[in-house]
């Protein structure tokens, strides 16, 4: 994951402060700063080149948000068992906003670039039911209208194509998040219900039952499934409309390791601290 990262940062870095020119024949430079400052000095201020760099700023820091935002529900230790537990020990069960992960953008890209694939497939055989493709890029058909757009112009010169994209990423964002959590066998209401009883967790005021587990599982879970896909998928659009550096799954899925990691690092010294909660993550 953090080579992944890792790459995706070299591409800011290098698509931000690049002085080299793009081709031998260009005098401009290639990084966005480095070309926005010949612009100024050159007396006409290209405002429109920090377009991607904002929008990356902003994908991150709204992405960052997200991985920060969760429901905390109350929970308690029911027995107390044999040695290095807490009697009345309480705390709180994290449930992520952007419950998920980025894996809803991560399928969505995967299943639009294979729909391209099977396009120039099916036009190679003669059959091009999903419309033509030149130079390795669909020109027409449902294939064009699932690329996806990667400049805001395209939103000008055919808004119906953008708005058809972004429409059906964002369903297929929502599909693959509410697939993820039921198929994975770990993050669905029922799962994490018994997880909770089986470590000996309950709700204050509620009765110790799995079934009490779940019902109050179930009243968030499904809600966090279903808005977290759609926050991804709106920012991955975004990102991927302005052209944001990196691309917006590529930004994404920085953000989502980078947290990660943090989270992991911030468990282990929690774990150390508190017994029960090693328990619930066992």
């Not at 953008?105 to 099977?118: D, G, P, R």
């Not at 204050?204 to 599982?217: A, V």
């Not at 808005?227 to 691309?247: H, N, P, Q, S, Y």
Request: proline fraction near 5%; include cysteine; aromatic fraction near 10%.
């Amino acid at each position: 994951g953090l080579f992944i990262a890792a790459g995706v940062a070299q591409t800011i870095i290098t698509g931000t402060f690049n002085f080299l020119p793009a081709t031998a024949a260009s005098t401009t430079a290639s990084g966005i700063l480095p070309g926005f400052i010949q612009s100024i000095i050159g007396g006409a201020p290209n405002f429109a080149i920090l377009i991607p760099l904002i929008a990356t700023i902003i994908v991150f820091l709204m992405a960052v948000y997200g991985e920060s935002m969760r429901i905390e529900i109350p929970i308690s230790h029911g027995q107390v068992r044999g040695h290095g537990r807490i009697r009345g020990s309480v705390g709180k069960y994290p449930l992520k906003f952007i419950y998920a992960s980025n894996m809803p953008v991560i399928l969505t890209s995967a299943l639009l670039v294979n729909i391209s694939l099977f396009a120039s497939v099916f036009q190679k055989l003669g059959f091009p039911i999903l419309g033509q493709v030149s130079g390795g890029r669909p020109i027409s058909g449902l294939a064009l209208w699932l690329t996806t757009p990667n400049s805001l112009s395209v939103l000008f010169t055919n808004p119906l194509r953008v708005l058809f994209y972004g429409i059906f990423f964002l369903a297929c964002c929502v599909l693959f998040s509410w697939l993820w959590v039921e198929i994975s066998g770990s993050l669905n209401a029922k799962e994490v219900a018994k997880q909770l009883y089986n470590s000996g967790i309950q709700i204050p005021g509620f009765r110790s039952s799995k079934r009490q587990l779940y019902m109050i599982m179930k009243k968030y879970i499904p809600a966090l499934t279903i808005l977290g896909g759609l926050f991804v998928g709106i920012l991955a659009f975004i990102a991927d409309l302005t052209g944001a550096l990196g691309g917006g799954t590529g930004v994404l899925l920085t953000v989502g390791i980078v947290y990660k990691l943090y989270e992991e690092i911030a468990q282990e010294q929690l774990m150390e601290m508190h017994p029960m909660l090693r328990r619930v993550f066992e």
